[in-house]
């Protein structure tokens, strides 16, 4: 099962034990009835029988004085187990002999007073603040939703029971902005740790209403968007009052350390954005972002330059004038970054060659990928010999060379080219390239704990987290 059914199931299970909650008190409070009811008739029984006794007593015998009926009280003392005081009471007094049968009715005037308070609110005879106190299990778990599990999730959320489900990611896709907050809303603040959001049509203004609704978490410090229509390339009525919604939302977000705002087309705003943040950030992922050179001169200069520890501009077209602000950033980040991703961004043989000195002060890289990029074979090689140098690298994502493409490629293909243009059939260029890596890795003592791979479908980027 993936995470989707996985929630599916864990919210049915938490409906279902509510509702198995309810029948059992309900069959409780059913057998207190019927006990309470033949109380009622065993006190009715004996206050007759005892009226009758008592005036037959004052018939027969006149100046006697009437008979002391003695009753137990209980008490009970914290640590001292019960304690029990004998009362001399008259037997006019409404009074229940019997210890166990005063507990038992104490206890059913208890469930008397719950039920009554309750019974305005809830069908069941619980209000939800009668369930917080009788969860039995807090169960913590990520929550995956869209539009066809959002009601079962909704309802697990809104109608506690024996189970009490809490949220420690939670993830949607395909949900409009007034659904997400309805479960915004539902849950626990003390426990979000993250949010994930995709594919979901949500627009400057919806994302706008968003985010304020994410400050009162505060242990959130992780926000993913993706693919959220926020074409910020044409410009509408009251967008550049929404961005500035938007920045102050962001700004709110005080624990905020990972930020990945994917194919949201934002050109030129990376500053709004980011300088709202009062803390800076260690994880970000702007790919598809249209990135501008003043964008990445911004994030140089940044305050969030010198605690990245991964960065990933996937997708952003590099040239010679954004190049600078790159190297730039690069060696702000130099003691920092373990994890840098750079694929589909144009880098020729040139432009390459410029990077690689920048690229070189990375120390503590563990994961390097440079896929869909239009580089030679001798430029590949110039890349692995960089990369081996890395003592802390384990993963290093290469772009298959332009010489194992067939033929009519431009002579600067986009990464989209790249991507749907077929590779020669003859594996004899494949091979010499695997030959001509092997011998680089060799001769630096890499080949053993360095993955370097083209295969953009099967890599496992958890390489990098491993020891």
């Known amino acids: 099962m993936g995470g989707w059914s996985l929630t599916v199931a864990l919210c049915s299970m938490v409906l279902q034990a509510r509702a198995a909650a309810s029948r059992a008190h309900r069959r ?56 029990c005081h004998e009362q001399v009471l008259l037997p006019e007094d409404d009074s229940v002999k019997g210890v166990r049968r005063r507990m038992e009715i104490q206890r059913g005037k208890s469930s008397s007073e719950l039920k009554s308070n309750t019974s305005n609110n809830n069908s069941n005879g619980f209000s939800d603040q009668d369930w917080d106190q009788v969860v039995v299990v807090h169960v913590r778990a990520d929550v995956f939703v869209n539009s066809r599990s959002w009601e079962r999730v909704r309802d697990a959320l809104s109608h506690p029971g024996p189970l009490r489900l809490e949220c420690c990611f939670l993830c949607v896709e395909e949900l409009s902005a007034p659904s997400i907050a309805s479960l915004l809303g539902l849950l626990p ?102 990135l501008t050179s003043t964008d990445l001169a911004y994030l140089s200069c940044s305050q969030h330059a010198p605690f990245l520890r991964e960065l990933d501009l996937s997708e952003n077209w590099l040239d010679e004038s954004s190049l600078p602000s790159l190297c730039r950033l690069l060696g702000q ?33 563990r994961s390097l990928r440079l896929a869909l990029n239009p580089l030679s074979r001798m430029g590949l090689l110039s890349l692995a010999r960089t990369a081996a140098g890395f003592r802390s690298l384990r993963l290093l994502l290469y772009p298959n060379p332009l010489e194992e493409y067939e033929p009519g490629l431009p002579a600067l293909p986009s990464s989209a080219q790249l991507l749907g243009w077929p590779l020669l059939e003859e594996a004899e260029g494949r091979n010499l390239t695997l030959r ?29 987290l491993d020891d």
């Open 28 to 83: 409780d409070g059913e057998r207190e009835r019927k006990r309470g009811l033949e109380a009622e008739r065993e006190r009715g029984g004996t206050i007759k029988r005892d009226r009758g006794t008592i005036g037959h007593g004052k018939d027969s015998e006149e100046g006697h004085k009437e008979e002391e009926v003695g009753k137990i009280e209980c008490r009970s003392n914290e640590g001292e187990g019960t304690v």
């Open 189 to 290: 603040q003390h426990d979000l740790l993250g949010v994930d959001i995709r594919y979901s049509s949500l627009g400057v203004s919806g994302l706008a209403m968003l985010l304020p609704l994410l400050a009162p978490f505060p242990q959130l410090h992780s926000l993913r968007l993706h693919y959220c229509n926020l074409d910020l390339q044409r410009t509408q009525p009251g967008q550049q009052e929404a961005l500035q919604d938007m920045s102050k939302g962001l700004g709110s977000l005080k624990k905020l350390k990972r930020l990945c705002l994917t194919a949201l087309r934002l050109p030129g705003h990376l500053h709004l954005l980011l300088s709202s943040l009062s803390q800076p950030l260690e994880v970000l992922e702007l790919p598809y972002l249209c």
């Open 333 to 365: 980040a130099e003691s920092t970054l373990t994890q840098l991703s750079l694929c589909g961004c144009g880098l020729s043989d040139s432009l390459l060659e410029a990077l690689l000195p920048s690229l070189s002060c990375c120390r503590a890289l």
């Open 436 to 464: 001509l890596l092997d011998e680089v890795l060799s001769s630096r003592g890499r080949s053993r704990d360095l993955l370097v791979t083209s295969d953009l479908l099967n890599y496992s980027p958890d390489l990098a």
